[in-house]
């Protein structure tokens, strides 16, 4: 009988996965007020954080730079983000001096951060989080690297995966990789569920790069249970390997960057809610995600045809890589 001597009640958590954010805005507080339900309902949450919140430093010459006012970190508090991944090609647009005070911002708020340190060891380290029980595990690691941005022995930075088409096979820089999967295995005991995210891939594009499917496979084969893909801005294709599904690219989730280049895709993205039974996935489902006028999120209706348009376009590009997505409503489904 349920309740008995010798039963095990196997613990359940769910983690909400969210794209590539940027808040720059005159009430952060409010970034998630349409989406709050749906953030509110996860026991955890992880996204992309893309640049420094600083009021120092100097802009990088030759790239777009962005860079965000401190108080943005209200809009992440609100947002109730427990780790975000502090590994992009503008986190360092500034500078170092804004990118370690940024990394403070986040330590001195209780927000964890990963691909991120002062060092190359610490830009190497795992954010491990518990909830319910589960051991939580996310490393970060940034493919689109600009010439620096890569941590070194005593120099603060992001952990790189350098990528060139003169490289062999699988076109990253084989030390790096090695190194990432070294860190994976090292990882892999601590916790029971362990997500990689990579910030990779062409900005607006929804062709995937040799190097990005190369290093997702190393990252499966290594251990990782869920891979997440940041900066192409738009959505790309979700691969089943291994029977672990890796989600090449969820697009935006917060936009207060409004630049030319930027397609009407670039407002059409998803976020992943993970279910985990005794720290083990055993459901993924997908919500489509609009962004509004003001940059904010927010999850589209069964009844509105963007939330068919999105889902479908998503199940077009994952067909393309052998990966049946079911599609009931507002939601997806991921076959795993």
Request: aromatic share 6%; net charge negative; charged share 25%.
């Amino acid at each position: 009988m349920p309740g008995e001597a010798g039963d095990v009640q196997v613990k359940e958590s769910t983690l909400v996965v969210v794209g590539d954010m940027e808040i720059d805005r005159p009430e952060p507080k409010k970034t998630f007020s349409k989406v709050a339900s749906y953030l509110d309902a996860a026991d955890l949450r992880f996204g992309g954080l893309e640049a420094s919140m600083s009021h120092i430093g100097a802009p990088a010459t030759g790239k777009i730079v962005m860079r965000h006012d401190p108080e943005m970190i209200q809009g992440y508090l609100e947002g109730g983000f427990d780790v975000l991944a502090f590994a992009s090609n503008h986190c360092m647009d500034y500078g170092v001096e804004p990118f370690v005070e940024t990394m403070e911002l986040l330590e001195r708020n209780g927000i964890a951060y990963s691909g991120a340190g002062r060092n190359i060891q610490e830009a190497r380290t795992p954010a491990v989080l518990e909830r319910e029980g589960v051991r939580y595990g996310f490393l970060s690691y940034v493919l689109e690297l600009p010439l620096g941005w890569g941590a070194g022995p005593k120099k603060p930075g992001v952990a790189p995966i350098r990528q060139d088409a003169l490289y062999g096979p699988p076109y990253v820089n084989e030390e790096e990789l090695e190194a990432m999967i070294a860190d994976i295995e090292r990882t892999r005991p601590r916790v029971d569920f362990l997500l990689a995210s990579f910030h990779w891939g062409a900005s607006q594009s929804r062709t995937l790069t040799l190097s990005q499917q190369a290093v997702a496979h190393a990252a499966v084969e290594s251990g990782v249970d869920v891979v997440v893909g940041h900066h192409p801005h738009i959505l790309q294709g979700v691969e089943v390997y291994r029977g672990r599904p890796i989600f090449y690219a969820l697009g935006n989730f917060v936009l207060d960057h409004d630049h030319p280049m930027f397609k009407p895709t670039a407002r059409e993205s998803i976020c992943l809610k993970l279910n985990l039974k005794g720290g083990a996935l055993s459901r993924v489902t997908i919500a489509p995600v609009l962004i509004e006028e003001d940059g904010s999120p927010r999850i589209p209706g069964p009844e509105e045809p963007k939330s068919a348009e999105i889902l479908g376009a998503l199940k077009t590009l994952s067909e393309k890589l052998g990966t049946q997505l079911d599609i009931s409503g507002s939601e997806g489904m991921v076959a795993l």
